[in-house]
């Protein structure tokens, strides 16, 4: 079927992009992928680095932003987008900077329903940053949801003598993503800076951790 074809292409274009002396263009596919354990992870973090890759990803990413549309799905809103979703691709650069080490995760949380979002870093040593916000749908475009920096926390375990600590900051600032394909497992976004980001849902199992479906 279309989107699943396309969703698939998706992924082969970044690979097929990755490598070449002459790119400049980097852009990681994934970070945590497989399982996320506290003491264990298996992660793959291939990147898109050459502009025709890139370009091909939003072609991609368009097509399947179209059949959203015409299902005229309103996606700003659905309950569909509550739940823990990792981060597989994007253009934002300060998202590509945390996604250096193949072993740092990170994460969104909605909750639809309560009016959460949540940004969350965890890297590998075992420090975590976290950015907590109100979300809500927009009231003029269907696809849109809107948010408010509440919080944010860094969490350094393990310090010395002083044990785990945690720094609170206050965060200022608000925006808008526009969820322009939204399926059970995968969530496209663009911005209003103009980036591209992939979510993927990601599921507890009754063991413990988590895994990316």
Known sequence: M????????????????????????????????????????????????????????????????????????????????????????????ELLGLMGNPLTVVYQTLDIENGKLGNGVEWSNGVTFTVDSTLSSDAEVDVRSNFVFKSAALTVPDIPILGTRTLTLPPIGKGW??????DRDLRLNRDLRGNTVVYQRMVELEEGGMIIV
């Open 2 to 93: 279309r989107r699943h074809r396309e969703r698939n292409a998706i992924g082969e274009a970044a690979r097929a992009g990755d490598g070449g002396s002459d790119s400049h263009v980097s852009a990681p596919l994934s970070a945590p992928l497989v399982t996320h354990h506290p003491s264990s992870c298996t992660h793959v973090s291939p990147t898109v680095q050459s502009d025709a890759a890139l370009a091909e990803i939003e072609g991609l990413i368009d097509e399947l932003a179209e059949l959203n549309a015409m299902a005229a799905r309103d996606t700003g809103s659905s309950p569909d987008l509550t739940g823990k979703w990792a981060l597989m691709f994007t253009t934002e650069q």
């Open 177 to 182: 993503f526009d969820n322009v394909y939204l």
